[in-house]
């Protein structure tokens, strides 16, 4: 059954915590959490720290939610999961069941999604300047490849002619609102890359128009689809009557935190609140619009003569292809890590700096300079003391740098060493983005879990292709 945003549960504190950003949670997750401790605990003695629970159940909630957002506005779209967010199999056999297909952006990530059981007609392939390995096993599996340059454009041509095969393909454009980005052609060279499809045509068919986005305002990601509908209306005057799909690409926002206790946290927010009084200068937007909630705003934005954008597309034939990613991992994943050691420096410096095993690659907020600011949970049981612990959370490499959480957390009670923290909602890009076998570590491993039918114990296999 799809459960309703609302009625994520909002987990109670004993004591109230100084700049607290309780993370929402889904109710699979505050059961697995609640009832489910001691397998958990053995799941991660037995397999090391960190280690990342994956969910696909919610991934396929999350999935069916995006598409009642677009049929509500009347917008025809295909969901491309964007495989970058996470590298779990789970997920990629989630959306060959469902119908949804994968964004890819390199030769392996094609392999396992079409090893995952995706049809290469459900495949979109972006990424700048692909390679010519990419673009052969893309063109024999009839993928839809997005194109970042002329130079490109012919190197696909080439291939597909050697391959006698018909490339389907999507031009990337610079927007009016982005015309700094690295990514995609400026308007001279759109206007040249339709002609060249044009003279083409019999290896490359032209199906519309991409681009990419810095950020998550739904008006500018409206008003760039827009200007791509304009695009496919001038390539079908121009000799490709089948330029026919916009992709508006991800960035849809998730939600972690309750919009009132983030603004809470930006108003009051200051570098003596972080371990070497760390000075962020931009986070994620954690109390921002749940996805669907974005969806329909992008979808019913007046973009002129008084309709909105999906009126506009369904009156000229123009479909929407959408690359989520971390919306559709919203709550569907956590990561565990043990405590390996509790430096309490609350005499000296006010805090504690507390130790896990394993690093700050598993959270990957650190590769945008920036912390995961969610607050981690305590899962081993414990009684609430009268005063709040404050410590901040490091990993245990040689790195000065090696900070799972930066800011100072006020825990219910002193962590110690052997307990285990939980870091909710980390699936969408902070497990594996960043992750690395430094020191000659082995990558965490992922389990799969789904909860047993009327009550019964959850099911749990190691992440892979089955």
């Given amino acids: 059954m799809l459960i309703p945003r609302q009625v994520l549960e909002r987990p109670e504190t004993a004591a109230p915590r100084p700049f607290a950003l309780t993370a929402l949670r889904h109710p699979l997750v505050s059961t697995l959490l609640a009832d489910h401790r001691a397998l958990l605990a053995d799941l991660l003695d037995g397999l090391g720290s960190p ?75 972006s990424g700048p300047e692909k390679d010519d390995a990419l673009h052969a096993l893309a063109v024999q599996h009839g993928c839809l490849v997005a194109v970042d340059s002329t130079s490109e454009l012919r190197r696909l041509a080439e291939t597909a002619q050697l391959a006698r095969r018909q490339a389907a393909v999507l031009l990337r454009s610079r927007t ?96 003596a609140h972080y371990h070497a009084a760390k000075d962020f200068q931009d986070f994620y937007p954690y109390g921002g619009q749940p996805a669907d909630q974005a969806v329909r705003a992008i979808m019913t934005h007046p973009v002129g003569g008084g309709e909105s954008l999906a009126v506009k597309a369904a009156r000229h034939g123009v479909r929407f292809v959408v690359e989520p990613g971390r919306a559709l991992l919203d709550q569907a994943g956590f990561t565990l890590f043990r405590v390996q050691q509790v430096d309490d420096r609350r005499e000296s410096d006010g805090y504690a700096i507390v130790t896990v095993a394993g690093s700050s690659f598993s959270l990957s907020e650190q590769w945008f300079n920036s912390d995961y600011l969610p607050d981690p949970l305590l899962l081993s049981p414990g009684p609430a003391a009268d005063h709040v612990f404050p410590a901040c959370v490091a990993g245990s490499t040689c790195l000065e740098s090696d900070m799972v959480t930066w800011r100072k957390i006020g825990f219910p009670r002193p962590v110690r060493r052997g307990d285990h923290l939980v870091y909710l909602n980390t699936a969408g890009y902070q497990m594996d983005s960043n992750e690395s076998p430094f020191h000659d570590a082995p990558l965490p491993s992922k389990v799969v879990v789904r909860l047993g039918e009327g009550g019964t114990a959850p099911r749990w296999r190691l992440d892979g292709i089955r």
Avoid at 81 to 89: E, S, V
Avoid at 105 to 113: D, F, I
Avoid at 192 to 206: K, Y
């Fill in 51 to 125: 280690l990342h629970v994956v969910l696909p159940e919610v991934f396929e909630e999350n999935v069916v939610r995006l598409r009642r957002a677009f049929a509500e506005t009347g917008a025809d779209a295909e969901i491309l999961f964007a495989k970058k967010a996470n590298k779990a199999d789970c997920y990629v056999s989630s959306a060959a069941t469902l119908g949804v297909g994968v964004d890819v952006a390199s030769t392996p990530e094609l392999v396992r999604a079409l090893a995952g059981g995706v049809p290469g007609h459900r495949i979109g392939v």
């Fill in 176 to 271: 009016a609102g982005q015309p700094a980005s690295r990514f995609g052609m400026s308007d001279a060279e759109r206007a040249a890359a339709v002609g060249l499809c044009a003279e083409l045509a019999e290896h490359i068919s032209l199906r519309g128009f991409s681009f990419h986005l810095n950020g998550y305002s739904g008006a500018e990601r409206a008003t760039a689809a827009n200007e791509m509908i304009e695009h496919c209306l001038d390539a079908r005057r121009r000799g490709s009557p089948t330029a026919e799909l916009v992709d508006i690409g991800g960035g849809l926002p998730v939600r972690y935190v309750e919009p009132r206790l983030w603004n809470e946290f930006l108003a009051q927010n200051e570098p």
